[in-house]
């Protein structure tokens, strides 16, 4: 069970290096002024999409064998269910990170900077509250 738990940090830890720089390279992906070098923010972002969606999945698989060692506390407790709704927020911010990379890799992405900016302080946001709920379990 620790040894799952170990590789579950560490997978989150690697994941979410990627939902904190993906939006990064999409900032500078709107702001620049040459196509050379949108072009090759795109293709950073493309690269890094498929790096850190394995992470993901791992992430997944690895909570779901800690759940499996003890369902009945797991499923009972109100903390859990809270942070599995963060969890699937998580999951679609990623796959939304996705539409936005293909979008910037074909060339149709047309948001600013200052939407990129917001759109990358939202994991930050899910990761205090996610981290909260795993140590503290309030309920």
């Known amino acids: 069970m620790l040894w799952m738990k170990a590789l579950h940090i560490i997978f989150v830890v690697c994941w979410f290096s990627g939902l904190f720089y993906l939006p990064r390279l999409l900032v500078n992906y709107a702001g620049a002024s040459h196509d050379a070098t ?12 498929r790096f ?23 499923l009972h407790a109100g903390w859990f269910w809270a942070k599995m709704a963060g969890m699937a927020f998580l999951v679609a911010y990623h796959f939304q990170c996705g539409r936005y990379v293909r979008a910037a890799v074909e060339g149709r ?7 990129y900016r917001f759109f990358n302080e939202v994991p930050v946001l899910f990761l205090f509250a996610m981290v909260m709920l795993a140590v503290l379990k309030p309920f």
Do not use: K
């Open 109 to 115: 992405d047309r948001h600013s900077t200052r939407y």
């Open 38 to 49: 949108r072009e090759q923010l795109a293709q950073m972002a493309r690269r890094l999409y």
């Open 52 to 74: 850190v969606t394995p992470f993901m999945v791992l992430v997944i698989l690895l909570g779901i064998g800690m759940l499996s060692t003890n369902p009945g506390y797991y």
